[in-house]
């Protein structure tokens, strides 16, 4: 069984074992106040057990025809006492694409409020931040697109960081601090579940030739450091963010082809609020890329400017739409083009346009979702209609597609076309 944990995880896990062991021994030695002073709650469990399957709607060479196929439980535990909060979620499942057992820490920290003005969280959590409906500019944490792609849940497009997360309230402003002591990346497509485009032999590759990556992996070395400064002004939350840390998929390669996470810092800024009838909100980044400033080298990402506006409004009872609009700008383009060994150029920017659509039927039982991406310059699009259906309090049947359409192999949705999948799942919950 391949497992996706680590050794700080594992601590924090370990942590909550012992402190689990150690609550019956409070109620053993009742009387004695000061063998464990602090009384911890009944255990919560919670979790699901769920069957998932999909398949390709055309033939691609480089994958097998089913896009996923597993069965899964997810497991989560959660107690508190009067100074901390504890709680691990972790998956295990059988997968039918790469025929191993896998397991996943989801979740295991640890949570304190010492004073009223101070939070602290440390250990493998999911993170969030920033405006954009399922496109992210200044939220540099590891995100799971492959999971997406092939029909997941939509909780596993955010994939955990191993991190200390500590918040600051005062009266100017809000601060978060996130502390990752080693490079978290993001779950980037490999070629073992989806056929890419490889730039290096110009040419759709999948499961034969999968990515080769070298990756960041020293404690307190390559370490990760984000921040956003936050507060509300007339209902207007307003933010600045930053981040100092690697690209979080491949953002270049050694001449020998390589994959590699050069350093990367981000600046950025956010508003949302109130607009009209509805919530409008606009952000933007500028992505520094550290190692190649001048954006000479053309094995090193160049330096980016990110934007984007958007704005959600229910037009209906329990019909909600939202709509943005996303550029990215490629900065010192002339030396790009002049560093080019061959292949496609990039397009100096990038544009896409999102569109969310949900409307709940049924007293809310049954959701019928689309989640879409149009880019005018890219020529290329990629849809994702769901249905999801609550048979009960415990039961939820689920189907949809990825569908993925390009006129170039070599654009980001057009080099997925071959991945165009259906897919089905069935969840019990307890």
């Not at 969030?128 to 792609?149: E, I, R």
């Not at 990367?264 to 109130?274: D, E, I, K, M, T």
């Not at 009838?277 to 954006?295: H, K, R, T, V």
């Not at 094995?299 to 990110?306: A, F, T």
């Amino acid at each position: 069984m391949r497992k996706t944990t680590n050794t700080y995880e594992l601590l924090v896990l370990i942590l909550f074992l012992v402190l689990m062991f150690l609550k019956p021994h409070v109620h053993a030695a009742e009387g004695n106040e000061n063998f464990f002073p602090d009384q911890f709650a009944p255990v919560e469990i919670h979790g699901f057990l769920e069957m998932r399957a999909g398949c390709r709607t055309q033939k691609d060479s480089n994958e097998r025809g089913r896009s996923v196929m597993e069965g899964r439980l997810q497991a989560e535990f959660f107690t508190y006492t009067d100074w901390a909060e504890f709680k691990y979620k972790g998956d295990v499942w059988g997968d039918g694409v790469t025929e191993r057992g896998e397991y996943d820490t989801r979740e295991a920290w640890v949570f304190s409020r010492p004073t009223e003005s101070l939070d602290i969280k440390v250990g493998r959590q999911v993170l969030t931040w920033g405006t954009g409906d399922l496109v992210f500019l200044n939220d540099m944490f590891p995100k799971d697109w492959q999971s997406y792609f092939i029909g997941r849940d939509k909780e596993y497009l955010k994939a955990p960081s191993d991190a200390a997360k500590i918040s600051f309230f005062t009266k100017p402003a809000n601060i978060d601090v996130v502390y990752t002591p080693k490079f978290d990346p993001d779950r980037y497509i490999t070629g073992e579940y989806i056929s890419y485009w490889n730039g290096t032999q110009k040419s759709i590759a999948g499961q034969d030739k999968r990515v080769h990556s070298k990756k960041p992996d020293s404690w307190f070395q390559d370490d990760e450091v984000a921040m956003r400064v936050y507060r509300n002004i007339n209902n207007y939350e307003l933010a600045l963010y930053g981040y100092r840390g690697f690209w979080k998929r491949p953002g270049g390669q050694t001449p020998s082809g390589i994959a590699i996470f050069p350093g990367l810092n981000v600046y950025g800024a956010s508003a949302r609020g109130q607009v009209g009838p509805g919530i409008g909100n606009i952000e933007l980044a500028y992505y520094q890329s550290a190692d190649d400033e001048s954006g000479s080298d053309p094995l090193i990402n160049n330096s980016e400017m990110r934007y984007l506006a958007g704005y959600t409004q229910d037009l209906a009872k329990d019909f909600n739409v939202s709509l943005q609009y996303y550029v990215e700008q490629l900065l010192d383009y002339s030396d790009y083009k002049a560093s080019l060994t061959g292949g496609p150029a990039r397009d100096r920017g990038r544009h896409v346009i999102t569109l969310q659509l949900t409307k709940l039927l049924m007293n809310q039982n049954l959701e019928l979702s689309l989640s879409s991406y149009y880019s005018p310059s890219d020529r290329d699009a990629y849809l994702r209609p769901n249905i999801r259906y609550k048979y009960n309090d415990k039961i939820v049947l689920e189907g949809g597609a990825n569908i993925f359409l390009g006129e170039e192999s070599h654009t980001f949705f057009g080099q997925f076309e071959n991945n165009t999948n259906i897919y089905a799942a069935v969840r019990y919950s307890f």
